[in-house]
């Protein structure tokens, strides 16, 4: 354990001592934390030589309190007081500017012991009356509560991926570790997420605890124990540590990979077949033999199922498809060779036609779709049919200059007017290698007109592919109104592709609607809606969206060679 970890210990209790009213021990603790904060020497090493007693301000009864932490990385007592106080009030204290004695005063005097109920107070103006309040405090303490509450709020799964993989980069770099994971919400995909949780099988859990807690982003240690640690990073969100053996690995990462629901029908499933299905293994319930546990596949296998990918971990059916080895192949990261949705510097992307080529060639992509706006998206700059002209020639060019290996697809993201008419003549779509339909305006239309004027650009035989059919953006924008399910049938009938945009706070086409526009017939292209070159890495956010609508490569165009690709739209075209 770090001194700064032992002395977060020891401001805990200061703050929990100070919550139960009690005098001069909280000054004690906190006395002590500070010291063992500021000393050069490691606590760890002043324990071992039995120094730690004479650090100024510790007496006999804190010196055992260092000893019991440093050698088990937990505390009895700290255990003790959590259950002793109220968790509200323990919560009030991470509103900035609630500290122990002002939590204290709200409960005694105003009997309030958790956050909702100091929020309700203070817009109530009940806090004002209160010796050393007024309004000026209320304001402030509804603006923590404010604070605390965005902090509470869920990520968004483009946000936290890149997180998590850095966290566990950084474990990879200090151990040699053999069996790591993310598991939870994240491993399944889902578009936003409350926590990361990373799992290392291991023999030696100290090494990778102590790497755990020992990383930069790390702003509070909220548990470090031998087998599961918390942190909370910059940003305020919270990582789980879970260290196993390593044969229990699979069955762990299985059982921390969730969903709850689907766990659920695994275990029930193993009590049928007279299995006990938990974190540490399968095993037989009346020898208590285990049968599996090492892999997480083995843990399938056990229960006469083939390999669930964590994508499909919902409940949705998965078990029994399984079972009756229905399960769809998955479109895979490797099947996807391209982009279809990508802006340039000609309307509101920040990178100029060359610098994208260039970025899509390092990825080894072998086709990228320039598809920028339409004139009628005035703020977006967009395109009127001159000036996309001179776009094509110049895309053109830089395909025969730098396009070596990579096709570059001279495309539009039209808009699709109120009527449901394109903002480009026919004369310009039908020579364009690629057209992107997209609703950008009057998103509120009732589900009658909102439908009729998609189908209506369907059945125009322009265009290939809607782009983000449901408009929805994650924790802002409600999806338009629409019959999905006409819609779904219009696109097979008129063999236009649903669009998975893989934009972080979109992913539209959702998951649910592409397992929905699968057994319509629909087909689907997943683009990024890049707006810089570092936006095409969301190409993956979009395959993760696929393979929870149940999609396999043979419904996704980005899985087309380039010749096919080329064949499939221009045989499209009037
Ligand atoms: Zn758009
Ligand atoms: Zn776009």
């Not at 399944?188 to 100290?206: F, N, Q, W, Y």
């Not at 509070?220 to 196993?244: A, F, M």
């Not at 921390?256 to 938990?278: A, D, I, P, Y």
Request: aromatic share 4%; proline share 3%.
């Amino acid at each position: 354990m770090r001194n700064s970890e032992v002395a977060l210990v020891f401001y805990e209790i200061a703050d929990l001592l100070e919550l139960q009213g009690l005098p001069f021990k909280p000054q004690a603790y906190r006395r002590a934390a500070s010291a063992i904060e500021q000393m050069d020497v490691d606590i760890e090493q002043m324990v071992d030589e039995g120094r730690h007693r004479d650090i100024p301000g510790v007496g006999v009864a804190i010196a055992k309190k260092i000893e019991e932490l440093v050698r088990t990385g937990e505390l009895d007592y700290l255990k003790k007081l959590r259950v002793e106080t109220p968790p509200g009030l323990v919560e009030m204290l991470s509103i900035p500017d609630v500290g122990p004695r002002t939590a204290m005063l709200l409960h005694r005097e105003l009997g309030i012991a958790s956050v909702d109920e100091l929020k309700e107070a203070a817009l109530n103006h009940r806090l004002r009356g209160l010796r050393g309040f007024g309004e000026k405090t209320e304001e402030r303490i509804l603006q923590g509560i404010g604070v605390l509450e965005s902090r509470g709020g869920r990520m968004l799964l483009g946000e936290a991926l890149p997180i998590a993989e850095a966290y566990v980069e950084h474990l990879r770099s200090r151990l040699s570790i053999e069996a790591i994971s993310v598991c939870g919400s994240l491993r399944r995909g889902r578009e936003t997420i409350g926590d990361i949780d990373i799992l290392v099988g291991s023999g030696d859990s100290e090494d990778v605890t102590s790497a755990f807690v020992d990383y930069p982003a790390v702003e509070n240690v909220l548990l470090s124990g031998s087998t599961k640690s918390s942190v909370e990073i910059q940003g305020g969100l919270q990582v789980d540590l879970r260290v196993v053996e390593l044969e229990s690995y699979g069955a762990a990462l299985q059982y921390f990979t969730g969903s709850k629901e689907h766990n659920v029908r695994v275990r029930r499933l193993g009590v049928e077949m007279g299995l006990k299905v938990n974190e540490y293994g399968v095993f037989e319930r009346s020898s208590n033999r285990r049968v599996a546990g090492d892999s997480e596949h083995g843990v399938y296998e056990s229960l006469g199922l083939t390999f669930i990918p964590p994508e499909l971990r919902e409940d949705s059916g998965e078990i029994d498809a399984s079972r009756s080895l229905e399960l769809p192949e998955l479109v895979d990261a490797s099947d996807v060779r391209g982009d279809l949705h990508v802006h340039s510097d000609w309307s509101d992307g920040s990178d100029p036609i060359e610098a994208i080529v260039a970025a899509a060639a390092r990825l080894q992509y072998s086709f990228i779709a320039i598809t920028d706006h339409t004139e009628s998206l005035t703020i977006a700059n967009g395109l009127t049919p001159e000036r996309l002209g001179k776009q094509v020639d110049a895309i053109r060019r830089v395909q025969e200059i730098h396009g070596d290996g990579i096709q570059v697809l001279a495309g539009t993201e039209v808009d699709i007017k109120v009527d449901g008419s394109l903002d480009l003549p026919s004369s310009v779509l039908k020579d364009l290698d690629i057209v992107i339909g997209s609703v950008h305006s009057r998103m509120k239309m009732d589900s009658k007109e909102m439908t009729e004027r998609v189908t209506n650009a369907m059945e125009s035989g322009l265009v290939d592919i809607i782009g983000h059919p449901t408009g929805r953006i994650i924790g802002r924008r409600d999806p338009v109104k629409l019959d999905i399910q006409r819609i779904f049938d219009v696109a097979r009938e008129t063999d236009v592709a649903m669009e998975i945009n893989a934009f972080p706070d979109r992913l539209d086409l959702r998951a649910v609607h592409c397992r929905l526009a699968k057994e319509h017939g629909v087909t689907f292209a997943i683009g990024t809606d890049s707006h810089s070159i570092r936006h095409l890495d969301y190409l993956r956010l979009g395959i993760i969206t696929a393979r929870r609508g149940w999609l396999s490569k043979d419904r996704v165009l980005n899985a087309m060679s380039s010749d096919e690709l080329k064949r499939r739209l221009r045989g499209r075209r009037p």
